[in-house]
């Protein structure tokens, strides 16, 4: 779905730039600012240090006069308000209304449903307020959803450009979230075989140090046979394992066997 992310009359130019950060963040780049404070806030210092590299969301965002404008091509609205109107579209969180707007047929244009299929064709548009005085109620009775934050009740005011991030990122989750990068190549375990041959290698290690008697073992190596199946080793670990009942199988000299005093 194409998602278009409004500020109307923003009055804060850093918050500008925390949005086009949050933006970025999250995989968008549609950013329309209605009739802001600033006619230059695209480029005032505190937006570009706030943006914090996102340069390409400033740099093709849109700066317009009216929210007709900003509005154009986008087919459902969403309105961002802490507190519930008494008159106009319905109130619920973020997630609860990104599931039923993915998995139901609700887009309603022309008095007839959208379904999963056609939704590729919807424009989404996320409108916010000023910092000053939040949304117009004549804006929000256009939208055919308000989207509350749920937060404590005793304080529930959020910042523009974590607004924006908490939206945005409910709304990434929704669409396809980006899976979390690995710091390294996923492990490789070990087979049947390479920890059957690790647990010979453990048996004679443990024999050799006295934990283990060969003539009365009882159960202890199918036990490690279950501890090990149950940790899922790795090939890695299974080299550890036996370089470890290596060195418990090599003999000792005199020096590192224990204290040698002297008279």
């Not at 918050?15 to 950060?21: E, I, K, L, S």
């Not at 609700?106 to 590729?120: E, I, Y």
């Not at 005085?133 to 005793?154: A, Q, T, W």
């Not at 890695?236 to 418990?248: T, V």
């Amino acid at each position: 779905m194409q998602t278009r992310f409004i500020l109307i009359n923003t009055s804060h130019a850093g918050n500008v730039g925390a949005a086009a950060r949050a933006m970025k963040t999250m995989g968008f780049d549609d950013l329309v600012l209605v009739a802001p404070r600033w006619a230059n806030v695209l480029n005032r210092e505190e937006t570009i240090q706030r943006a914090s590299g996102a340069l390409d969301v400033l740099k093709n965002a849109r700066i317009v006069d009216t929210l007709d404008e900003a509005l154009e091509g986008m087919t459902h609205l969403c309105a961002t308000a802490m507190t519930p109107r008494d008159f106009g579209p319905p109130t619920t969180t973020p997630r609860q209304h990104f599931d039923l707007l993915l998995k139901s047929e609700l887009l309603a244009q022309d008095g007839q449903a959208l379904d999963a299929k056609n939704a590729c064709n919807t424009g989404v548009a996320f409108l916010f307020g000023s910092e000053r005085f939040g949304m117009r109620n004549e804006d929000v009775y256009r939208c055919h959803v308000c989207l509350s934050i749920p937060s404590n009740p005793k304080f529930g005011s959020l910042n523009l450009g974590a607004a924006l991030q908490v939206i945005a990122y409910d709304w990434r989750e929704a669409l396809a979230a980006y899976p979390v990068q690995a710091a390294t190549d996923a492990p490789v375990l070990a087979d049947a075989a390479q920890v059957s041959g690790m647990l010979t290698h453990l048996e004679q290690a443990l024999t050799q140090i006295g934990f283990l008697d060969p003539q009365s073992p009882k159960k202890l190596m199918p036990r490690l046979n279950q501890l090990f199946n149950r940790a899922q080793l790795t090939q890695e670990e299974i080299h550890i394992l036996r370089g470890m009942a290596k060195m418990m199988l090599k003999p000792q000299s005199p020096s590192t066997s224990g204290v040698d005093f002297k008279d």
